[in-house]
């Protein structure tokens, strides 16, 4: 598939739908466990609001993004966007942050 550098992504993953920004060359930056890890980040601690500290904003090959099917584009009113160099800016400053929590940082 053909995304946009800055295009926010959505795919399903049952029971809910994971987010992240496309900054090319079939790289995504999105919150989620190190590819490396065993463990989805998605636990008990998580579902009752605990910080996790496995989870962390990282990118990652497209290819990882997509393990559950085809990543949608997420659409705003277009007074409230951004460019995509300011939108790939804001995601790579946050790089490396972890604290992930399913109601309160998300």
Not at 11 to 26: K, L
Not at 68 to 84: I, L, W
Not at 88 to 106: D, I, T
């Amino acid at each position: 598939m053909n995304y946009k550098f800055g295009q926010h992504l959505e795919v399903s993953r049952g029971f809910y739908n994971h987010h992240g920004i496309y900054i090319g060359n079939d790289t995504i930056i999105h919150y989620s466990s190190p590819p490396e890890s065993n463990d989805d980040g998605v636990g008990i601690p998580e579902v009752l609001g605990s910080d996790s500290q496995v989870n962390a904003i990282h990118k990652t090959d497209i290819k990882n993004f997509e393990l559950t099917g085809n990543p949608e584009s997420v659409h705003y009113n277009q007074d409230n966007v951004y460019p995509p160099l300011k939108v790939v800016a804001r995601a790579e400053s946050r790089e490396g942050e972890n604290g992930y929590n399913l109601w309160g940082n998300n």
